[in-house]
């Protein structure tokens, strides 16, 4: 019989960046088990080191192929990599899933290479704070670039991107030529746009139209103003990929900047204040619900509400009265 | 100059279906204003009675083109019709926003029809409670139809439609044959699956396949098994479109179903469960951040996690026991 290795244990193989129980703390952390918050006091204080690189884009915009080939830089510079694919569990992503199969596949047999998908489990906010604390695994684990490739469709996922210390946006020709929604999110959000599939037609349009956006855009003098990196990611000769080494120096470009201007510390500093205000709010509903839990409350005043003797804003009023008392 | 209504007497205004009024009720609530919480109230006592109807689906399937004409069948019904599209604020859905301005104008004729788009405003959660107060305000306004519109990827979306009566997932020819992508999803959220651009090819052995994954799947005795209904909702001409008449009598059918069943309760149970959660969520926060305001703590207890003195889990854990008294 197989000896269950306990939660320390555990934490102290992490360190020395064995696979098996990294999958094992993660798996505890991602269903909120017993453990789940000794785990993360105990991983934190080897975490805030590592390069965390925002990957995000469209279905179809080639994140995973281009994903694929950013790792294989990182382990030629001698990086470890940890990947986190979010992956919705909406009935959509039909395509990015079988994706990031194949993908699995491709680096299995590099120990240097730790990849992880995980599926949203349809409760609000949910999904976002266990990415953060995965990620936080991630680190402790010894990679020195955490990965994380979300969907751009959703809120959940473009929030998971603000903890990434450089942001990739993928576009593809043709996406990019609606000046309107570039203004909307991309410049807020990417550090470097990344054209992908550069080889089909339109590309050259698309890559004026993005250019000519950034330029009208207004930067303060030092602040960092988007790239535009064109690449083609997908080939079928080695030789038909096109910008990956300059993306890969565009990043490292962007990282010095991050040093350099002492912007780091923001973003560290977002990083930590966004998990604080995930981690707060889910502790706070527990308290409530184990307040309510077997009183019969919830359901009578549920019951009221659809009897409209009562609203929701009234009943939440009324249940913070009775089971917290704020100190002021 | 004009005279600033009072809130009381825009919520008298709203229950007369004042358009203007709803407008600006609806600004009122998205931007969570001083008398968000007052509105609520007076406006809950008079929703509960419409048929809220989901409708999501990918990008591109045909939503707003669909939902233009079930928006005229429930017309001919004698139904005035409310309708709420979420719009991501993704700088990725250009497509779906640009098609609801064109749908806007093909119903500005028509007093009976209220269209509200609702952009994410970059906060986790706070779309979704928002959108659930729209849908209570448009109740309120007469309408005996709401029509929750959504992009069917990412969880606040797909949570969204949790709210639905009657929820229709749209998906297209190619799309749906892969039976690993309908187990995940589809058949959990979908009473009714649309299989539009029916006459697309490939649409033949699309429909085979979801109706294969239909009879696989196990459903009880009594219980609703989602139908699949072939749709036809862009041509150009009129005679070209197909299945609309069916899809409004199946959409029928299944309120008939909830009605005869009582499942009609465990949907309304539901429904406030999902916005009691939400709106526990925000006033909890709202609590701890106005504890934290003005004192620099927040400031020093990011930065001892930053210096890793400190994790988030334990700093969550002080900050409860600081600022809220459990009633235990």
Known sequence: MKKKLSTDEMVKRLLASDRRSAARLITLVENEMDDHHKVMSLV???????????????GGAGKSTLTDHL??????QGNKVGVVVVDPSSPFSGGAFLGDRIRLQSHSQDDGVYIRSMASRGYL???????????RIMEAMGNEVVIVETLGAGQDEVDVIHIAH?????????????????????????????????????????????????????????????????????????????GIDELAA?????????RKTRAIDQVK???????????FKDELQKIIFKGLKGTGKKREYIESII?????????????????????E
């Open 125 to 135: 906010g949910g999904l976002s704070r266990a990415t953060y604390d995965v990620i």
């Open 71 to 76: 790792i294989g830089k990182f382990r030629e």
């Open 250 to 258: 565009t990043i490292a470009e962007h990282q010095a900047y991050l």
């Open 166 to 242: 450089t942001c990739l946006v993928l576009v593809t020709p043709g996406m990019g030529d609606d000046i309107q929604a570039m203004k909307a999110g991309i410049m807020e959000i990417a550090d470097i746009i990344v054209l992908n599939k550069a080889d089909l037609d339109g590309a050259d349009r698309s890559l004026r139209h993005l250019q000519g956006a950034l330029t009208a855009g207004s930067f303060e003098e030092g602040e960092w103003m988007p790239r535009v990196v064109s690449t083609v990611s997908a080939a079928s000769k080695p030789e038909d990929l096109q």
């Open 307 to 327: 009897e409209q003797q009562d609203d929701p804003y009234s009943v939440v009023k009324e249940v913070l009265n009775t089971y917290l008392l704020t100190g």
């Open 44 to 58: 934190y204080p080897h975490t805030g080191k590592a390069m965390i690189l925002g990957i995000t884009g469209a």
């Open 269 to 279: 500093y977002n990083r930590v204040e966004q998990e604080l205000g995930l981690i």
